[in-house]
């Protein structure tokens, strides 16, 4: 039970910043943020998950991958259809953080 409960968090916590994120920022940006949840797996699973060793190629990715995020939510914000857009793209975030938590947790209690 304890467990169901620990990823119905997560797993909600998710679902619900995207689909607040959705609501302030346009489908495009929300997409790409949440689905940048792959450098919140790797930083969380350095520190969560023995077997994670840092390698010098998946860092770069993950910086590459970061850089794609940081364009992609200042050409957002250029944007002005969309007043709330940094607002929904912090949220898509979330979003991203909570499904890279839940990822690796997942992982680390269920191996």
């Known amino acids: ?3 169901s409960l620990e990823f119905m968090i997560l797993w909600f916590g998710a679902n619900y910043f995207y689909n607040s994120g959705l609501a302030s920022t346009s489908v495009s940006s929300s997409t790409v943020l949440c689905n940048s949840s792959s450098i919140f797996v790797y930083l969380t699973g350095l ?7 840092f390698d010098l190629i998946k860092a770069i990715m993950v910086l590459a991958s970061f850089g794609g995020i940081v364009i992609i939510t200042l050409a957002d914000n250029y944007d002005n259809s969309q007043k709330d857009s940094i607002k929904g793209d912090i949220l898509s975030l979330l979003s991203a953080l909570f499904y890279g938590a839940y990822a690796v947790i997942l ?4 191996p």
């Open 47 to 53: 520190c969560l998950l023995k077997g994670v060793k």
């Open 107 to 110: 992982k680390k209690r269920i």
């Open 1 to 3: 039970m304890k467990i």
